[in-house]
């Protein structure tokens, strides 16, 4: 699916494509240094407080986007869940996350 956005800046924005593919979204544009492509396991979540708008929360950084037509709340379903599963099977996958006293990969323990 493909939707036409603006991306908004602090000095005016961009326009371009949001491009939702299987393994993640893209933010084609022309102007140069601000096209952008998450994979699902680079986004935290998403957010849609309204038909119009889009923000899209990865872990280094954050985009708004203005819609030029509304997103389908099956497609803003299907992206959560995508987001949500491949978080969940990076949590599977990670090591346990060290607390005081635990032992981590190096033998040392984690409060040192």
Do not use: C
């Not at 998450?38 to 280094?60: C, I, K, M, Q």
């Amino acid at each position: 699916m493909i939707i036409a956005a603006h991306h908004r800046t602090l000095t005016h924005g961009t326009n371009g494509v949001l491009r939702f593919r299987g393994d993640g979204i893209d933010y084609v544009t022309s102007t140069a240094g601000d096209s952008r492509s998450w994979r699902w396991a680079d986004l935290e979540t998403v957010s849609n407080p309204d038909p119009w708008h889009l923000f899209v929360f990865g872990y280094r950084d954050t985009y708004a986007f203005d819609l030029k037509q509304q997103i389908s709340r099956k497609m803003l379903n299907h992206i959560s869940d995508e987001i949500w599963a491949h978080n969940q099977n990076e949590l599977k996958a990670a090591p346990e996350a060290l607390t005081p006293g635990t032992t981590g990969h190096n033998g040392r323990r984690g409060d040192e």
